[in-house]
């Protein structure tokens, strides 16, 4: 995988390295670190403490440099990496107050954003194949750019980056409109962007799939219904309509990740992906 | 308890959500909401769909005013607030498009910091009075004091704020020191700050408290060892010594929290508390 | 046309008003509005001296709100609005002091935003309905989703907001792959998103439509050239395979709109309609 | 022309190039290029398509440092210079993704700040030297001080920065007072700055002359009435009184400037050299 | 004296009380006014402890808004009275939590402009109308805008407020130049502008007015030195060339700037007005 | 002295120096230097005019770095060096455009936050020992950390960073609750915090002993009047009760500091260290 792909634009890790280092430095400095003697410097590698995915080098990389350009850092791993116990992940040298000082932040965002990356590997690795693992608009309030990178270095992908990228279609957006009106209006509104459809039970996907919508969220079904639905999908695929892409979201936990993937959707999201996964384990080990 | 205590800075909040909307709505705005009938209205309810501890209003509050001032926001709730599913916390009542657009991101923040404050309540409970509970440095990237906030309203108690606060001495500041000449440079160059040592056993225990220490963390210490640890400092206190705060650290989960509250120690102190803890789940229940 | 439907995120118009009033103001205020007498009060209006098409009003509301929220502001247009000379458009009645210092503020966001919704009109019109027209990414930096909202607000469409948005395969993308492979990729690590792919000709297009492709760009064609493609596009469709969506950009201007719109392409795109358009003139009258 | 005159505060560069790019990768960055070949690396030349003069280079540099600062960037030309269709302006050489991702933030740039100085250096051209070209507060929103720059960079000059910079007297500033007491009071307030004035007719700009205004602005004149006024002027000059600077203003456009310019009056000011200029036409050729 | 000429842009305000919050509450918020009791409020007034001239009052208006806008404030003074030990500024009222956050930051706002206002007043009233008092460029970094106001609030005046305003020659800019021809590029370059020329002697100012220089800056010269210039350039007037606006700087202080202000001379400059002020002492009282 | 210890965090000198830049050069950059000859090249030595302690090094040498990266900068002293008329603080060579666009910025920076060390370092040298100098929470807006460094420059210390930091106890926060109870109430909600309490008089210093207080203002006490509350510190430590710091504040001069340094007392806090300190005079002589 290329860590190209993986990475978050580069301006949104300055701002949310900034904003992180402000709040832990503020406003007197690192009061421990100015009682270390002058001079003293130190090599520190990152280490795993356990089995997870690699994601927030970008940050950890911006967080030194932004703390003292002078601090080498290099990485033996990149986003996406597997990691176990003991994994060396990287190693810093400079200024053993640079260290200190940057160790607590870069730390927060290799564990918080690996952890969401680890998270995301075991449901790819359940779905064995089976259906893709998606993320959802549930992000930690002002990280979303980092934690969808992440998610792609777990090896799983995108949704909507937000209510900007397409048209989606719920229950309280359909008011006084059918689903075929709803969708009709969003084609003339947003030529050439996705529309999607939220479907409470097989007779409203049938209705979305007539419409013409490009991808229908089948809210909180049981594995059963989804395989009716997707049954419907590929019946009406045969009789020659188009065949939206099939997204199951509820209830999809690391237990129930393979019996969703096994029926045959397209696609499993879950906020729990992005804003309950806990952080993986990554120490800074100091040397003299 | 009383709700300013739980507060963030206002100007935190302020830029948290300015954040939060401007990822959540660049470039386009919400392309399904510009759909719905013009003059439509909405009154919703937040009601939780779980047990926990509510934290986070003030972000929510001011989600809604900076997506629109005109929605109207009453809360039936405060930061801190015992809920069980079905609590209705808030109700907000304007435009439709209006609470669409600003739904997710004040659930984010909901989630997020109800999150915390409930897994904090958690460790409150179990801890039952033994010892505090204590969150650490280890927060999620630029949410440092709405987190710290969100303890407060689980119960817990704020560790530091960050470097800037107190001293704390660990292995790596004590190259070529021992630990009373740091607590000596400590006391010297910054007077009246807390100075803190971290203790990998009970003989750096009794060094600390020679020198004075105000606090000592006893890092991944059992139980035992943290009773002996209780036991020593007691002893020093009979023979007229100060007594340190002690801190344990390391090891402290939901299901040990008891056993090592029950130790005597002042104040536990976990990272998962703030960079683990699984979102609430909170939902807004939308009416015509 | 509704208005919520045309207004970009409040917090883009915010900034946007911040940074043109600093920029007017700093370091030392209006020297001018400094030697008005104490007390002196204005009612103004603002007057369109041309044919057009509104847009900006949320920008200049913003601007006075930012001078002096006491000065009261009303419109009787909101944008979407046609013009001509003579149209009142909105009153501002407050401190003349402060009307003078927003003045040039609220009419730069609004002559040039109104400027972009008026070529757009003009286009729109020449179409007939025939294709709609399209905006691109080529607009003034720092200004993408204020004029994206002129676009609609001039009856256009908006085209990716960015790159984020959706993928556009073009020459420099397919090196050492075919459009199929590339396609292909896109919709392995994209799902659900649009994939385009610019084509130079006629070969290129069977391709893209043989791929699955949702939108195709015909990028610098004759009208001719671009009436073969529809035709191309027309018989795939009835042999049963899935027509893309059909966009024509290169030579668009308002001489030749209508000949391409007459083509039966779907989308007519210019960067010209953001990058290139003048001004227009809106004036405001000072009374007592 | 020296270059350093040309340019705008790097600061203002810095932030505005931040502003593009942001909204042109939030919040997944460009998908397209995510699916590029790992390693693929390009050399691309800015290449001018049109006549005409070249601004923008500073926020071009800035723009390929801020996506990836190993693209090596070097230019042939700098701001001011005269550009042909053909003229190759500048190359970059990097990462084939890098330079996709900045490629349509630096051509906005350099297009629309070069179109401003295209179209001044038009103006200057016929103006012959018979009046210098004055830019106005008639700027966009945000780019007040790269708009200044590139007017700079087309040969003419700039007349106020903003509202801090001198006081320019006009109608709605003299109610209650006239124009010999509002001067008397801004040289008592604001001792050594400019003071302007806005006259109608000559009868106003003899006022103007006989309290001491250093520069007139004459508002909507025809070129006799403007020719009229410069005999006025040094009528008054001949007998003595100082003679102020006349700038001519209204009706000023690439067809009339010559006339004007032909009157003897010192400036010629327009809004539409930075309001309403089209983009110059640049393409960057992308090479293996 | 006319309280909208005394006051800052507002935007640069708004900042400013932002960034004194964010590093007096950053982050945890006041940790002793959440001890406070439930409901408890205050009324307080801000008192002058001392003789002096007020400014910044936007600046505490704006401290209180932010901390919390349900305090209510209302001024009895406004920029630029006259205060004495004892006189009762403004009044605040809210909770009393709220008043206490705010009370050293809107103090530290009063106290710092009120004392360069205080100071640039005793110095006005010992030049006693023989010759304005300017400040300068010498401010404290980031308060530029709102010091040049406090300035305004003593009764002094604006010199150039940045490297923007105006052309201000001084040896290290005529390397290789004559005034005379550096005069003449400047005007060449920016017409209209105030041109400055510094002068280290008379016969400087010989050539300073012979090339129409608009102000001359005569560098710490003695008063009798200055008389000279002075003499000079009335000679030079009677012989009917323009006569520039004439500034002293260097030495001025409180002891001597009766003396410097009688000799004629316009204007007397001093970076201590701005950089060297001492807070004026303003207090509040707080009641129950 | 290491000059790890009295630097600020590196984020907020350059967000200090963004400002200053931006206020100097906005809109037009610098005027007088673009009429430089081009290729002008300058060596420039920042030198003390007056007797002080350097500080504001780190700040001079990023306004470079923001002006011109290429401008070479080396520094023969550091923050916290003993400065006399005459010393050769550093030396700065490049552009002459360049040393004069970034002069005033970097001396205001300079001459500012040394003052502040220069005046803090007079004060230590008169407190001879006998009580360390203690800076408060009265500094300029905005610039608290970079002020708070300049008092460590000259061999102060740090009071309390912000209201974060540790609580104070005044009489406005002991309304309806003795000191015993604040103090007890602090304990508890912010444990391993420093507590201080403001006293009057000997008798609420007897309390706040007794309720184990960790440092106590005596607030505007004579010297005879704390020289009794160190007695009656004493005589508490002896009866083997905790011993405070005791902090005086009220009075403080350079005149006075000698004296009430004898008294015994720990710590003297002044404000007018901060807000008051007048510039120190550092001139940068520029060569060819």
Excluded: Y
Excluded at 111 to 139: N, Y
Excluded at 231 to 260: H, M, N, Q, W, Y
């Amino acid at each position: 995988m290329r860590p190209e792909l993986l990475e978050p634009p580069s301006g949104d890790v300055r701002d949310a390295v900034e904003r992180a280092l402000r709040e832990d430095l503020t406003p007197l400095g690192d009061l421990t670190a100015a009682l270390l003697p002058a001079g003293a410097t130190a090599t520190a590698r990152f280490v795993s403490r356990a089995n997870g995915r690699l994601a927030g080098v970008a940050c950890a990389t911006e967080t030194f440099a932004q703390v003292d350009p002078a601090v080498e850092v290099s990485w033996f791993c990149a986003d996406g990496a597997v990691l176990e116990p003991g994994t060396v992940i990287g190693e810093v040298s400079g200024a053993l107050a640079s260290v200190l000082v940057a160790e607590r932040t870069a730390l927060n965002f290799l564990g918080h954003l690996s952890g969401i990356a680890s998270r995301v590997a075991q449901f790819v690795e359940r779905a064995a194949g089976g259906a893709r693992i998606w993320d959802t608009r549930k992000t930690t309030p002002g990280l979303r750019s980092l934690e969808k990178a992440a998610v792609r270095a777990g090896g799983g992908h995108n949704h909507r980056g937000n209510l900007s990228d397409w048209i989606m279609l719920k229950d309280n957006h359909l008011t006084g409109m059918s689903i075929a009106e709803a969708v009709a209006a969003a084609r003339d509104r947003w030529p050439a962007r996705t529309v999607q459809v939220e479907c409470d039970h097989s007779e409203q996907l049938v209705e979305a799939i007539d419409c013409g919508a490009d991808l229908v969220l089948l809210d909180n079904m049981t594995p059963d219904e989804i395989r009716h639905c997707v049954a419907v999908a590929a019946a009406a695929e045969a009789a020659g309509k188009g065949r939206p892409l099939l997204e199951a979201s509820g209830g999809i936990t690391i237990d129930t990740v393979a019996e969703f993937a096994a029926t045959g959707v397209d696609l499993l999201s879950s906020g729990a992906l992005t804003n309950s996964a806990p952080v993986l384990d990554i120490g800074l080990d100091i040397g003299a």
